[in-house]
């Protein structure tokens, strides 16, 4: 039986992919080069830090420390500010209704993050309420893929990693979760995220029965 639900936020819950490109587009302008959507993907589910160092890398540039820090508290002041745009009706399709069919089962729903800002988010979205543990990237010492944000939601909610169904769009996000031992849902495209158990294209008209029978677990 399924005992748990673990959620990304970014590209699960909410579609903040597009202001994270804004802000970085922006960052890598003000250095010269251009940020390409393609290249935009490489960074879901990547830490802020390591993002900066993907971005860096794609424009050969070179900072020292103290630059990088700067540029990244500029780039998250600026995602900051494009993201108080949201509103509750910007959770995606259908999650909210998944949300609380989890609710009405018992299974227990926790976060799982690399973002810094899941908690505004979710306030944003006023969705805290739903999230009895909270994973975000505040807590973790090492980012996707390894299994440490899923484990550490795991272990909260008193869930058994096999009892526990990881919910992801990132390639990185989705190993994770296998190199955690739970079930891997992916939202996104099969032949993206390969290792996932399923792939669905999001959570509208997918409801809780038809997540126990896709894994078969009826
Ligand atoms: C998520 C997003 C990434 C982002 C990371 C850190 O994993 O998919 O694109 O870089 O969170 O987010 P933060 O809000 O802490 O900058
Ligand atoms: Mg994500």
Request: proline share 3%.
């Amino acid at each position: 039986a399924i005992q748990a639900c673990l959620f990304d936020l970014d590209g699960v819950i909410v579609d903040t992919a597009k202001y994270h490109y804004i802000a970085w587009r922006e960052l890598a302008q003000d250095l010269g080069f251009d940020l390409t959507p393609e290249q935009n993907e490489l960074l879901k589910g990547i830490s802020r830090m390591e993002s900066l160092d993907i971005i860096l890398a794609i424009g050969h540039v070179t900072l020292s420390e103290e630059e990088k820090i700067a540029r990244a508290t500029i780039k998250n002041a600026r995602y900051l500010e494009l993201c108080q745009q949201m509103k509750p009706e910007d959770a995606l399709p259908g999650v909210r209704a998944f949300l609380d069919e989890l609710q009405a089962d018992a299974i227990r729903i926790g976060l799982g993050s690399a973002s810094k800002n899941a908690r505004l988010i979710l306030q944003g979205l006023d969705m805290l309420d739903y999230f009895e543990t909270i994973v975000d990237g505040n807590r973790i010492t090492k980012g996707k893929p390894d299994p440490e944000v899923f484990l550490l939601g795991a272990r909260d909610l008193n869930a058994e990693p096999a009892a526990t169904v990881v919910f992801e769009d990132a390639v990185a996000g989705v190993q994770a979760a296998k190199a955690g031992g739970m079930l891997a849902v992916g939202i996104g495209e099969r032949t993206v995220l390969t290792v996932a158990d399923i792939v669905i294209p999001g959570f509208e008209n997918f409801s809780l029965t038809d997540l126990r029978s896709q894994l078969g677990l009826i």
